[in-house]
């Protein structure tokens, strides 16, 4: 269903905050229109979808994801909905035939992913599962200075993210028009909040690029604040957002990773340990160390995500630059035919980690991982 012009219409699930910042404003810059161009948008709070067409010069606008879906006229879908809503939206679009970018993270559920992979075969369709970590240069060169045995042989490593007051107060919660007063409710309560689902699945997504498939999970996890404030109101929570997990990839190498409502380590990234030295973040026993496109990203206000492929011009001014990336990732592959390293597969490891986690949590057992990629 691609467009006889080879332009990939593109159709966007959801107008809130991470359609504001890493998907609308990158794909109305005319530097991408030969090859995407927005289509639809769609959102079922009132008014919502018909103001961000008309600030982004999106061709329609639906208040239901139904009529996106036969009406909008699209090839491809960027999900951007709550994570709880991923599964079933992604799968009627795929019997729809649409091509599909989901944004962290695609599903809940090693079954539902599953699925979503199967139906994806079976249609010729193709998906595209944020983050796409894989394709960050500084990742791949980690990978190979441990496998060239740089630090020596890799003992441990940790990484995680937290909450804090992330969400209540991003600029898309703090005005009064359609577009600036979006509810963050969502990202506290099941299915699909936490910080797990929401900002570990970063850094157990470059963890694995580096490291591989995880075998073992054990877990600690619950709520640990029991309600949230937000323009003067308590929202009461239930997802988990105090996880501690231990990972073990075989041979006894281990990671600790947590996701949590509060607290970060300063590392920038993963921390890896070996019996010859340290990486943490993008430096070696603390130096920088080079990889390609570094000095892209040393620039004067320079950013990490510079060195990402489609991240150029103006692109470099947005927000959500991996994002972006991620969705000219489906794009190419869509038009040329060209595969991402950015797979469901992948995704679909990172999910076995967090389902299994909770599970583990829940029932004081070590897991076994079930998924590879």
Not at 7 to 32: E, T
Request: aromatic share 8%; with cysteine; glycine share 10%.
């Amino acid at each position: 269903m691609t467009s006889t012009n080879n332009v990939i219409r593109m159709g966007v699930v959801g107008a809130g905050a991470i359609a504001q910042r890493g998907i609308l404003p990158h794909l109305s810059l005319p530097d991408v229109q030969d090859r995407v161009r927005l289509q639809a948008v769609c959102d079922p709070v009132p008014g919502r979808a018909e103001a961000a067409a008309q600030k982004f010069g999106v061709t329609r606008a639906f208040m239901t994801y139904e009529e996106l879906l036969e009406h909008g006229d699209v090839d491809a879908i960027s999900i951007c909905s709550p994570i709880g809503l991923h599964f079933e939206q992604g799968k009627r679009a795929l019997e729809a035939g649409k091509h599909i970018h989901f944004n962290k993270t695609m599903t809940t559920t090693v079954a539902e992913a599953t699925a979503l992979i199967d139906l994806a075969r079976v249609k010729g369709l193709k998906i595209v599962a944020s983050p796409g970590e894989v394709l960050r240069p500084h990742v791949q060169q980690i990978k190979r200075m441990i496998a060239a045995g740089v630090i020596g042989t890799p003992v441990w490593t940790i990484c995680g993210a937290a909450f804090g007051r992330y969400h209540e107060d991003e600029i898309f919660r703090k005005g009064d028009d359609v577009l600036s007063n979006v509810d963050p409710s969502w990202y506290f309560r099941k299915p699909g909040g936490g910080p797990l689902y929401d900002m570990t699945v970063y850094v157990l997504h470059g963890l694995t690029s580096v490291l591989g498939p995880a075998k073992r999970v054990t877990a600690l996890s619950g709520t640990r604040i029991k309600e949230r404030e937000f323009r003067g109101m308590m929202m009461p929570t239930d997802a988990d957002d105090n996880t501690l997990m231990l990972l073990d990839y075989g041979d006894n190498l281990f990671s600790m990773v947590y996701g949590t409502a509060a607290g970060n380590l300063p590392t920038g990234g993963p921390a890896f340990f070996g019996t010859g030295g340290t990486i943490m973040g993008a430096k070696l026993n603390g130096e920088p160390f080079d990889y390609p496109g570094k000095e892209t990203a040393d620039l004067p206000n320079g950013h990490i995500s510079w060195t990402l492929p489609h991240v150029v011009g103006e692109h470099r001014n947005l927000g959500e630059m991996h994002v972006y990336e991620d969705v000219m990732q489906l794009v190419d592959w869509v038009r040329d035919g060209k595969a991402t390293p950015v797979t469901a597969e992948h995704a679909r490891h990172v999910i076995d980690i967090i389902e299994s986690a909770y599970r583990s949590a829940e029932t004081g057992r070590v897991q076994d991982l079930m998924t590879t990629f």
